[in-house]
């Protein structure tokens, strides 16, 4: 500091106060105590608010870690069935599996997809079998399943788009036959809900709910996810021919309609945190049941500055979970889900 800045710093009395400024008005006054923060805060997050992401593997009596996501498993089915229940003890609502399919069942067309034996439907029928008050979420898209990694089909460079809504279709009627009670398409192709929609009620499943991913960005933040079923390695390109650009804001909007207008009963935004004025935007215009996706990304980032000491784990997961809803979420589908919910529970 020079001799002047501080002979700046010294001139006192200023002719000016706080209290000048603020009058009677004072922020801080509701602030100030522990009982009058709780009684002001507007939002909170409940274990109603969550839906726990649970990757299956095959295999019996495995866990298998997944390197970039730490703390999360890929689990064979009699596993996955126990953490189910364990979501259910803990009173999470519901929980969305994705499959690790063997590299030896991926082909061109994804076609394990429309296997009624597959990973997904046979996890659908335990979990069925041994939980009742947790609702089971899956996921319609092909890359799971497709040797290229993409979510629909592919013909030359190009993702088609009815063909592989043709498909789609009969991957959620699979899902829907093995006891899926939400089918959620996170494919991005034009007109699926419709479709789904349709053949869901052409087929006595007039009761199964679309969740369906209306603004889904072609985020960076995926990648550990990729890693966890196992599509990284094959993916051949991108996927900006179907999923958003983020720079991209009114083009959710209209996503949503058209979701909306095809049978959509939730909307899903995806990936989290960056997006959240998306998500304000379509609560505010459309009033639906409005979730978001704590990407891989979003929870590897936050496991990694924790494991360095940098940030408090367990305090900056309940702050990123309560911008989702002061964002307008009524839900978040979150890795962090069961330990929330103990969290919550204590
Ligand atoms: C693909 C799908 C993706 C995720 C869920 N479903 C990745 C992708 O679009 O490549 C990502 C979820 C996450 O990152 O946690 N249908």
Not at 67 to 86: C, I, Q, T, Y
Not at 123 to 140: E, H, L, Q, Y
Not at 165 to 188: E, F, H, K, T
Not at 224 to 239: E, I, M, N, Q, Y
């Amino acid at each position: 500091m020079t001799d002047e800045t501080h002979q700046i710093a010294d001139t006192l009395p200023l002719s000016l106060s706080a209290a000048d400024v603020v009058g009677p008005i004072r922020m801080r006054r509701n602030r100030r105590t522990n009982w009058s923060r709780r009684l002001v805060q507007e939002n909170k997050i409940s274990v109603n608010d969550l839906i726990w992401p649970i990757f299956i593997k095959d295999g019996q009596g495995d866990s298998e870690a997944i390197p970039s996501m730490p703390g999360v498993f890929r689990h064979s089915v009699d596993k996955a069935v126990k953490e189910v229940e364990r979501a259910s003890r803990l009173g999470i609502p519901a929980v969305a599996l994705f499959p690790y399919t063997d590299p030896a069942l991926r082909d061109e067309t994804g076609s394990e997809a429309l296997n009624s034996a597959n990973l997904v439907c046979t996890a659908c029928r335990a979990v069925k079998a041994a939980v009742s008050d947790v609702g089971i979420i899956t996921d319609v898209a092909l890359d799971p399943y497709t040797s290229h990694g993409h979510d629909g089909l592919l013909e030359g460079d190009e993702i088609v788009n009815d063909p592989t809504v043709d498909v789609l279709v009969r991957q959620a009627l699979n899902q829907a036959a093995a006891g899926a009670d939400v089918i959620a398409p996170s494919d991005m192709m034009d007109g699926r809900v419709g479709v789904i929609r349709h053949g869901l009620d052409q087929n006595g499943f007039q009761h199964i709910q679309i969740l369906a991913y209306s603004a889904k960005y072609a985020s960076a933040f995926y990648g550990p996810f990729r890693d966890a079923v196992g599509s990284s390695g094959t993916l051949k390109g991108d996927k900006r021919t179907y999923q958003m650009d983020p720079a991209n804001t009114d083009e959710a909007l209209r996503e949503a309609e058209l979701d909306i207008a095809e049978g959509a009963d939730m909307l899903m935004v995806k990936p989290g945190m960056p997006y959240l004025d998306i998500v304000r935007r379509l609560k505010d215009t459309f009033q639906m049941p409005t979730f978001a996706y704590q990407v891989s990304g979003e929870f590897a980032m936050i496991e990694a500055a924790a494991a360095n000491g940098w940030i408090d784990r367990e305090k900056a997961i309940l702050e990123s979970l309560l911008a989702f809803k002061r964002a307008g979420c009524d839900g978040i589908l979150t890795y962090f889900a069961a330990e929330v919910a103990e969290m919550l529970a204590d």
